[in-house]
């Protein structure tokens, strides 16, 4: 089984070991970090097992009878005047529930920085 899924002409990482390759995977201290993007939000959630209501909860995040607005927002398209980026985190909360990143990694880059 392969670990990136083509859609829309960009590969989104289907398990833990694919994401530990994205920029958006590392800690934001480190030069090559990039904010996740919505797709590779929405595909975290969907590794993780999370509906959008789980992630609302897991992330702490206002609910309404409709659901949660933070994240679908941060599963909106980036051209969505609705997009939002995730909070950070919430994101490094979300890599480390999936065993992709650490706490250690983020200290670990904090002392290489210097």
């Known amino acids: 089984m392969s670990e990136m899924i083509a859609q829309y002409g960009v590969s989104i990482p289907k398990t833990a070991e694919a994401f530990k390759n994205r920029p958006c995977s590392l800690p934001a201290c480190h030069p090559d970090y990039k904010l996740p993007t919505p797709e590779e939000v929405a595909a975290l959630r969907e590794l993780l097992g999370f509906s959008r209501l789980e992630l609302s909860k897991f992330a702490n995040v206002a609910l309404s ?9 941060w599963e909106s398209p980036s051209s969505s005047s609705e997009n939002r980026p995730v909070n950070y985190g919430v994101w490094r909360m979300m890599l480390y529930a999936a065993g992709v990143a650490c706490i250690d990694d983020d200290l670990n880059a904090l002392h290489l920085e210097g």
Not at 65 to 73: E, L, P, T
């Open 65 to 73: 009878q409709k659901g949660s607005g933070a994240v679908r927002k």
